[in-house]
């Protein structure tokens, strides 16, 4: 029996290891898995294990007030050198690009347990955008033993920076077997946030939703940001609505800059299921974030990303993405063209999804077995 030992800590990784710990869980026969969190992100991260019903194993807890990556990095490692030396994996699953992924890689390394990279081969090439997850996958993808590829395009990359091709396995993206899932789940699901939503969403209008966090867009990119919306925000038949992240550097120019116009509604940072729910109910998707760019297209929702680089450039090669930065005019003028132009919107919405089809985790464990 094989010993797996799986780590994340933050929501986004946490949704998307959510249905490769579920796919383990169907094999107990021949896998002894056990699950590690760091709580890099503590709150976020809680709501997700607790509507995928996942119970970790082993919690380090590691979230604190004003925390910095120096520290971060060094309790991921220390944390985790205990539980390796108690559990003995053969193989830990790190995911994506946070700094518990690389971490765990180095403190996973240290002890010699093989390590297992799901959605590797993601790039920039710019080590300063998006910061500092692009230096986190590249440091991942180096101690990597066995990496779990979502596209062809992520296999190159790895290919070009000298790994071998027989321990690269192009998968397709887990999000899309957590998306599924998700959509399964809500039929039976509602929590006070979905609750919420359905008395904020104006089924008459076209719901356009937004995402913002990124540090590469604090002070201007956002400012700009914020400046488009207000422009956009003018049409009556569209609803604005902005679940706003609590850094002070995203809520100060958004609620200066958007607080109190009529069809604009900001609202708290949301839950999975209820963002899950919210993106089912969207018209187009505006967005800085990774796992977006990766979701909507299953929904058959045009994304517009906020940023001048995109580490997921099959989206856009396909046509489900398009790149528009934080230059406001041009924000406007791609939703408008979207609003305006059917026939615009069908060939964005009707694109294949290159990331998947929902059967990706079922592949991993294949591979492994």
Known sequence: MQKILIVFGTRPEAIKMAPLIKEFEKHQEAFDTKVCVTAQHREMLDQVLNFFEIVPDFDLNLMKPNQNLYQLTADVIVGLKEILEKFKPDYV?????????????????????????????????????????????Q????????????????????????????????????????????????????????RQLKNIVNEDKKII??????????????????KALREIAIREDIQIIYPVHLNPQVQKPVYEILGGIANVSLIDPLGYPAFVWLMIKSYIILTDSGGIQEEAPSLGKPVLVMRNTTERPEAVEQGTVK????????ITTHVLQLLNDVDAYETMSLKHNPYGNGDTCASILSILT
């Open 93 to 137: 699953f790190v995911h994506g690009d946070t700094t518990t992924s690389m971490a765990a890689s180095i403190a996973s390394f240290y002890f010699g347990a093989k390590v297992c990279h799901v959605e590797a081969g993601l790039r920039t090439f710019d080590k300063l955008s998006p910061f500092p997850e692009e230096i986190n996958r």
């Open 209 to 226: 939703l937004v995402t913002g966090h990124r540090r590469e867009n604090f002070g201007d990119g956002f400012l700009n940001i914020c």
């Open 139 to 194: 440091i991942t993808g180096r101690i990597t033993d066995v990496h779990f590829a979502p596209t062809a395009t992520s296999q190159q990359n790895l290919i070009m920076e000298g790994i071998s091709p027989e321990n690269i396995h192009v998968v397709g993206n887990t999000v899309i077997d957590a998306l599924i899932l998700a959509q399964k789940k809500l039929s039976n699901f509602e929590d006070s946030q979905i």
């Open 323 to 330: 790149l528009v930065g934080t230059d406001p005019d041009k």
